[in-house]
């Protein structure tokens, strides 16, 4: 598989991630495929980062690619008093936002000049004010679904009272199912927050941008590409490029010995992984609640246990965190095996033997899941952006089943036996296996020679020709 076979390029792009893995990873899957077409790549860094998992893939990425530049951007220090938000992640996006006029002189200061920069969605309206002075093109790199971002387009035909949204029950988008008001994050309903300000500042930048990039492939969202690229969401809108499946890459691979000498061992298809991707932290309530889940399934398990948002502040075994009695019965009943360390998760969805996957629906993860056919049990965390509006696309296609009483929170511990019920429901179902190879086989026609992913990258170089 490749996205990029045979293209060529002679431009000078610079890439701008925001923080965590969820922003990183799909930032560098797209500077790989842009070697692979020949640009010139400068990667501006965050100085600091938030996470070991983020300073540690940038350092795999360079060695991977030493003809990428690497540019620091050291980061003003920000008070979190003047911030108002307890998350270390979105804190950190308005340390970025709020040091943003220092990427004037650094853009400046690169030996050869930019032909372009791709910047992370979360930072687009405090970049495009320094790119537009500097008459660099900015494009857009969006890293969730094609659905969020219809919604982000749209936000500005929202009306506002008070400075709040007035939204109804449901959001009705023109050219896309209506999305419903319990599938938007808390953080946006409330305009006081952090979020809702990004996330509004941002929604009025978009028709400055010169293109939108979306992981993500027809077949996975056809009606949100079509009514994107028919521009029926906004007057404005820039051209949207469907640049996904991005494929992970050989450099991510901080292999996971042990989780795949154990995969190597099971039947196909007999294994649930379980994973809440990089940023989730789980209550030990909660986790002792999905162990017993996971034994009374009676399916074999590969559990990855995360309890801090930040991975630097994990500081508990695993005997600690998941308790002596449910040690002892995961033990006895020789059916799973649980990891508390950063695993590479590509590796583990491409593997035969796992036939489940108990997500957060993060979007790289439902992408992840959607290329190498692996049936989601989808429990999102109605606190972040975009993981509801995720599930409806995995309803949509049928990638997964969704239990919409399912909560997640400090104060909702959801049982161990109707966990346990669902993952047999996931893990015996015949018709979303095939539903998941199926989209598996068009994800991979997407990725394939001749595929719309090299199409899309054709048509986006074309374009960056035309803005010289
Ligand atoms: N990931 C991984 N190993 C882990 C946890 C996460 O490789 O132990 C990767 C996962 O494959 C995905 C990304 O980290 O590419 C997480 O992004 P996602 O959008 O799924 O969720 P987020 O972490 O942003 O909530
Ligand atoms: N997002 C957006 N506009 C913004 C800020 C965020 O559309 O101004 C989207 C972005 O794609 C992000 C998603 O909202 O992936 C969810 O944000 P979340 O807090 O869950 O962070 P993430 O898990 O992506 O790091």
Redesign the pocket.
């Known amino acids: 598989m490749s996205n990029s076979d045979g293209i060529h390029s002679h431009h000078h792009v610079a890439l701008l991630p925001s923080s ?4 990183l ?2 930032f560098l899957r797209l500077a790989a495929s842009l070697v692979h077409c020949h640009c010139q790549l400068t990667l501006i860094t965050l100085d600091p980062v938030v996470s070991f ?1 983020e300073s540690q893939l940038i350092s795999r990425f360079l060695s991977a690619f030493p003809q990428v530049t690497e540019k620091r951007f050291t980061l003003l220090p920000l008070d979190p008093a003047t911030a108002d938000c307890t998350d270390p992640f979105a804190l950190h996006w308005e340390t970025i936002r709020r040091s943003a006029h220092l990427l004037s002189p650094l853009i400046s200061s690169l030996s050869s000049p930019l032909s372009l920069i791709i910047t992370d969605i979360v930072l687009m309206s405090s970049v495009i004010p320094i790119t537009a002075n500097l008459c660099l093109p900015n494009y857009m790199l969006f ?2 679904s094609a659905r969020m971002f219809s919604l982000l387009a749209y936000l500005p035909s929202i009306a506002v009272d008070h400075g709040s949204f007035q939204f109804g029950n449901v959001i009705e988008i023109p050219g896309i199912p209506p999305i419903p008001r319990s599938s938007l994050s808390p953080l946006l309903l409330n305009s006081n927050t952090l979020f809702a300000k990004i996330f509004s500042d941002n929604s009025q930048t978009i028709s400055k941008v010169n293109g939108v990039l979306i992981n993500t492939f027809e077949e996975l969202e056809e009606q949100s590409l079509h009514t994107l690229t028919g521009a029926k969401v906004l007057e404005e809108l820039p051209p949207v490029f469907a640049v996904g499946p991005l494929l ?1 890459c050989e450099f ?1 691979g901080q292999e ?1 010995p042990a989780a795949l000498k154990w995969l190597e061992e099971q039947k196909e298809g007999s294994v649930v992984y379980v ?6 932290a789980t209550s030990k309530e909660q986790i002792r609640e999905l162990g017993m889940g996971l034994v009374l399934s009676g399916c074999k398990f590969l559990w ?1 246990v ?1 309890t801090k948002i930040v991975d630097k502040e994990e500081e508990d075994g695993l005997d600690e965190i998941l308790g002596h009695d449910l040690m002892q019965r995961i033990t006895s009943s020789n059916s799973g095996l649980v ?1 508390k ?9 491409s593997h035969k033997a796992v036939g489940g996957f108990v ?10 899941a959607a290329l190498y056919g692996v049936p989601l049990l989808a429990w999102p965390q109605r606190m ?1 952006g975009d ?1 509801r509006i995720n599930v409806e696309v995995i309803e949509a296609i049928g990638l997964g089943l969704c239990v919409k009483s399912w909560k997640w929170g400090e104060d909702v511990v959801l049982k161990g036996e109707e966990i346990g019920d669902k993952i047999k429901d996931l893990m015996s179902s015949e018709s979303l296996k095939l539903e998941a190879a199926r989209i598996s086989q068009e994800a991979k026609k997407a990725v394939g020679v001749d595929g719309s992913c090299q199409d899309t990258l054709k048509k986006l170089l074309q374009s960056w020709k035309k803005s010289e």
């Open positions: 965590g893995m969820g922003h990873i799909p998992a890293t969730s992970p991510e996971s994973s809440f991707g990089s940023r989730t990855v995360k990891v360390e950063w695993v590479n998760q590509w590796e583990i969805l997500s957060h629906c993060g979007w790289n993860s439902v992408v992840e972040f993981q």
